[in-house]
Every structure is written in structure tokens, then in C-alpha cells.
């Protein structure tokens, strides 16, 4: 309710502001006055409240002396001023300053219809109080900046907004489509005519919500789809409605692969899989072709593809599985030549790996000859790998040789060939330790003369064989027996002992037999030792003669010779005559009486025994 004031009164009078200011200052009564009135109205009102407003600040205590200081401006309606179309404004500014600014900068928009001191466009305005006055024609928003100069060329400065709204209701007018993305920020404003005061939105995708004030739908999308979305803008004069078809694509994800560097086990190798956002699934391809993991050694294409149906991505790298390491041991190293080829032995961890190995550095054939040759054993397992190096030694063989003993040879025999043998098959040399006995030439021997000579078999080897060890035999050659002197014919008287005797020469041992014919034969036939015969053995043969002259007369004897040389050598041969040994013969019964039958006489002998013929 409202009530005629002085306020009024002046506002109706117009009163200019410098008088007005002059007047406050000048009557202090009157300034108590109108701080009294609680309802002012029209531009005098707003300067007025302006006016308190300054004289709370001590503004119009006085303008003598006046220090010109930049001022706070102060508007009668803070910002924003919300008004509507065909409604009259009536808004002043003022300033915190002793002195009342020289001038006012505008810049910005002033609503069609309102005028600010006059000015209706950008531009400078008079001083004093700054009078905001008329009647808006155009809905909108607008937004002015005041700047307030003093005498001093200080300033202070005020952004202003003014809404005007309209008389209608809203008219929606946002693009009927949106899109989006899982995972990204979403943004869209629902855009209407006439200021709306609010806005609503129905059907909005996961993860979207609608700031009904500004009309901003905003957020994160969290799945995938074409949603049909309505909207409506409202004001004090009615609301009005649209659609929006929105569609949100799969978003992005970050894939990442691990693992890539692996090294042959045996299983299967395959690379990890992070996404962003996290626990995505993801199929993963080898080679283009399979989604198992590869096992063997080996370089790999991976490709790995999210399959959720909110997002999308993929990754790609190069899997690398590395051969794994083996460790080889060579064995063998030291080894003999036996004419075939001496390869090492090589064994693998893990067990059975193949492994190449080279000598020498060129030929994977084991060497057979002796020396040393470098050895180097590689795997060659597609999964593996390892290297082990070495050196072969081939030694030279050891060999021996066959000689046997030598038969004792006689002087004048043929030469003869020496038999030796080497193990290893080379020629075996021979040597003599007595030139006098035999030489040697080659294994040809010749006997020089009688006594014992040291043969030596020797081999001196090669490259491929050691030198032998020497064996040595002991040859003995002997002289064959001989008799230097004949054998004599002997006589002896039955019943006496002779002896034959036999003289020999030769390489000792030299062994004897005595042998006997009968008279008038040549077949002779050993003598054993008996009473007729003793020494058969020896060089004297002693012979009794028994029996009658006559049975022993006529034998004849020889010895045998023999030794290592040569056996029955034979002597001369030589004759025993017997002759017979005077006997005493004695006759008795020679007296006998007559009996009618022969009466013979008796005869003794001496020696006893003789035959005897008696005749009468």
C-alpha cells in the first residue's frame, strides 16, 4: 500500500540530481525525513535509495575537498534483473564515492524498449546518478557492463544482466538427435524460445541426468543403445515438448597385451590381456588363425579384440616365445686311434635334445686319425638352444708284437725267414745281437756259426701307432756231432772184458748210443746195459765176452752221436773177435763094471760147463 511521501513529490517534480544532492546536503532534516520513508517509487525513489546508501558511506557529508577515489557501484536490484515484456523498469545506479562520477561507460547490450540516462545503444552516458527507465519490448537475455568515471578519471566497473522474459509459453526447438559414447562425457542442451524456467526429460540413457534449471543433459553413458528421450521446456506461461532420438555408441577401451616375451617350456604361452576399463572380455587370435596359445619357439601375431557390447578396441604385438636354454656336456674327449672314427659323446638337459656337432670347425664327420681337433656341439632343436665347446684328443694307439721262439739251428743249415707280427699290422723289423753267430737282413736270417745271438723284433710306429715294445728270442745254433777218430776192432779171450771206445767233437750236450750186428749182418740194433754189455750210453762201451768163443766172435759195433744239431751220427763200425780160452778138462769114471748098458765116461771142465765131445 502506498501513501503520498515527499519522495513522491519529488518524483513527480523531476528534480534534477545535482539539486537533489545540494538540497541533502545542505538540509540535514530533510535527509532524515526521507530515510524515513519506506515506500519510494520512480526514478527519484532509486536515486534516493542510492542516495542512503551513499550517506551511509558518509557520501554526502561533503563535496568540498572531495578526494576523487575509485568507487563501488551500486545498483537499487542486483543482478540479474528478471522482468517480462511490456512491464516498465525503473532501476538507478550509484556509486560509494564522495563525488558523483563524471560520466558512465556503457558497453554490452541494452534490452530494446530500455534506456539507460537517455543512451539506448553502447556509448557514454551523462554523469551523476545512472537512471535504468522504459519499457522493455524484446523476450531475452542481455548483458551490459557499467563503468563509472570520476573527476580523477577513477573507475569502477559493473556487469549487469537483465532478463526479459516473454508473455509465451516455450516452443522446444533442440536437434531431434544426439549422440554419445559409452564412457565419455555427454553433453546436451535442450534449447526452447521464450525463457524457460524449467526443463524435463524422460527415457535418458544409463548414466545421463538433466539439470532441470539449465536444461543440460549431461553424464557418462554406460551401455549402448538408441533411446527415445523426451523432452519438454516450461514457463509461467505453459510448457511445451519434443523428442530426442539418442543413440550411444560402444566406447572406446584400452586394450593392452603383456607377456609378449616368453621362453619355450613345453605349455602353452599365452600373452595377457589388461583393458580399461578393467575385466572387458577379449578374445585373442595367434598367427590370424586360432585363438590357442602357441607352445614352440617362434615369433607370433596376437590381436586382441574386446568383445563386450558397451565397448570396443583392440590391440595388436608380436609374441615372441625365445628357444630355452639347454646345457650340454661333452664326454669323450680323450680317445685312442683304432682306425675308425672317434666321435664325443654329448648329452643334453632336458634329455635327448638333437645336437650338430662340428670338428675342426668345418665337417661334422668325426675325425679317425690321431691329433687334436676343436669341437664345438650346437642344438638344434626348433625349442632350444645351447652351445658347448671342446677339444677332441685322439691319441696315438699302442701296439705289440708277436715273435716266437726260435728252434735251435745247426751250423750249415739254409738260411731261414724270421716270423714276427705287430698289432697294428706294420712291417716288423729284426736285428741280431752276435754277427758271429747270424746276421739278419730284412727277415732273412743266416747262420754264421755255432753259440746264441739275441733276435730283436721291433716296430717303430707312425702317426696313427705307438712304437712297439722289443721281443727279443734267443737262437742257439749248434755244431752237428762228429767222430775224429774210427772205432777199433778189438780181440778178446772168451770170457775176457774189451772195450770199444769213441771219440767225438761237437756242441755239447752230445749224446751217445752203442749198437751191435751180428756177424754178417748191417742191421744194427741198440745195446742196453747187461752183463755182457756196460757204458752202452757213454764213449766207452765195455763188452764181456761170454759163451764160446765162437758166439761171440764176429759182432760188430758202432756208436750213435746226437745233439740239437743233428741226431745218429754214426761211428765206424768195428769188429770183436773171441778167441777161445784155454780149458782143463777132466775125465772120470773111468772104471765101471758091466751092466748091459752104455757105460759113458764123466767129464769136468774148468771152467765149468764147456761143452765137450768125448770120443771113444
Known amino acids: 500500500m502506498r501513501r503520498f511521501s515527499i519522495i513522491q513529490g519529488l518524483n513527480r517534480l523531476r528534480v534534477p540530481a545535482a539539486l537533489l544532492t545540494i538540497l541533502l546536503q545542505r538540509a540535514p532534516m530533510l535527509r532524515t525525513v526521507l530515510s524515513a520513508e519506506y515506500v519510494v517509487a520512480g526514478p527519484v525513489g532509486a536515486f534516493l535509495r542510492s542516495i542512503f546508501v551513499l550517506g551511509a558511506m558518509g557520501a554526502c557529508d561533503t563535496l568540498v575537498g572531495a578526494t576523487a577515489v575509485a568507487a563501488t557501484i551500486s545498483p537499487s536490484t542486483n543482478s540479474p534483473l528478471r522482468t517480462d515484456a ?62 563509472a568515471v570520476s573527476g580523477g578519471n577513477k573507475s569502477s566497473s559493473l556487469n549487469y544482466q537483465i532478463i526479459v522474459a516473454p508473455t509465451d509459453p516455450p516452443v522446444v526447438g533442440s536437434p531431434a538427435t544426439a549422440g554419445g559414447t559409452v564412457g565419455q562425457s555427454f553433453f546436451y542442451t535442450i534449447t526452447a524460445s521464450n525463457t524457460p524456467t524449467s526443463y524435463g526429460a524422460g527415457g535418458l540413457p544409463a548414466g545421463l541426468t538433466l539439470n532441470a534449471t539449465t536444461g543440460v543433459i549431461s553424464g557418462t553413458p554406460s551401455a549402448t543403445g ?79 579384440v574386446v568383445t563386450d557390447a558397451n565397448r570396443t578396441g583392440s590391440a595388436s604385438g608380436t609374441l615372441v616365445i625365445s628357444k630355452a636354454a639347454a646345457t650340454l656336456t661333452l664326454s669323450g674327449l680323450s680317445q685312442t686311434f683304432n682306425g675308425a672314427p672317434r666321435p664325443v659323446t654329448v648329452t643334453t638337459s632336458p634329455a635327448a635334445l638333437p645336437v650338430t656337432v662340428t670338428y675342426a670347425g668345418t665337417t661334422t664327420i668325426a675325425p679317425t686319425v690321431p691329433g687334436s681337433y676343436p669341437v664345438v656341439a650346437t642344438v638344434s632343436d626348433p625349442n632350444a638352444t645351447g652351445t658347448k665347446s671342446g677339444t677332441l684328443v685322439i691319441a696315438k694307439a699302442p701296439q705289440t708284437i708277436t ?50 745271438a739275441i733276435i730283436t723284433a721291433s716296430q717303430a710306429g707312425n702317426t696313427n701307432f705307438l712304437a712297439a715294445s722289443n721281443v727279443t728270442q734267443t737262437l742257439t745254433v749248434v755244431q752237428p756231432p762228429s767222430f775224429t777218430a774210427s772205432v777199433a776192432n778189438r780181440t778178446v779171450v772168451a770170457g775176457k772184458t774189451v772195450s770199444f771206445a769213441a771219440v767225438t767233437a761237437g756242441s755239447s750236450p752230445i749224446t751217445l748210443q752203442w749198437q751191435s750186428a751180428p756177424a754178417g749182418s748191417d742191421v744194427f740194433t741198440n745195446l742196453t746195459n747187461s752183463a755182457s754189455f756196460s757204458g752202452v750210453t757213454t764213449a766207452t762201451l765195455t763188452v764181456t765176452a761170454t759163451g764160446s768163443a765162437v758166439a761171440n766172435s764176429g759182432l760188430k759195433f758202432r756208436c750213435l752221436a746226437g745233439n740239437s744239431g743233428a741226431t745218429n751220427v754214426a761211428s765206424t763200425v768195428a769188429t770183436l773177435t773171441v778167441t777161445p780160452a784155454p780149458a782143463t778138462v777132466t775125465l772120470g769114471a773111468l772104471t765101471q763094471t758091466f751092466s748091459g748098458a752104455p757105460r759113458p765116461a764123466t767129464v769136468t771142465t774148468s771152467p765149468v760147463g764147456l761143452p765137450v765131445t768125448v770120443t771113444y
Do not use: C, H
Open 403 to 452: 715273435f716266437g721262439a726260435l728252434v735251435t739251428q745247426t751250423v750249415g743249415n739254409a738260411p731261414l725267414t724270421l716270423s714276427g707280427m705287430a698289432s697294428s699290422g706294420l712291417t716288423v723289423s729284426f736285428s741280431s745281437s752276435n754277427a758271429a753267430v747270424t746276421t739278419v737282413s730284412g727277415s732273412t736270417l743266416t747262420i754264421v756259426g755255432k753259440g746264441t
Open 226 to 304: 538408441t533411446f527415445s528421450t523426451t523432452i519438454s521446456a516450461t514457463n509461467r506461461f505453459g510448457t511445451d515438448t519434443g523428442s530426442v532420438l539418442m543413440t550411444i555408441a560402444p566406447g572406446a577401451a584400452t586394450v593392452t597385451l603383456g607377456g609378449l616375451t616368453q621362453t619355450y617350456n613345453g605349455a602353452l604361452r599365452p600373452a595377457t590381456v589388461t583393458t580399461i576399463p578393467a575385466g572387458l572380455a577379449v578374445t585373442v587370435t595367434y598367427a590370424d588363425t586360432t585363438t590357442i596359445a602357441p607352445t614352440n619357439a617362434g615369433n607370433y601375431s596376437v590381436l586382441a
Open 86 to 147: 511490456g512491464v516498465a523498469v525503473n532501476e538507478s545506479f550509484g556509486t560509494s564515492a564522495r563525488i558523483l562520477p563524471s560520466s558512465w561507460l556503457v558497453t554490452g547490450t541494452i534490452p530494446p524498449g530500455l534506456d539507460l540516462n537517455g543512451l539506448t545503444t553502447p556509448g557514454t552516458a551523462p554523469g551523476g546518478f545512472l537512471q535504468l527507465s522504459g519499457t522493455p519490448t524484446v523476450a531475452g537475455t542481455y548483458n551490459f557492463s557499467l563503468t
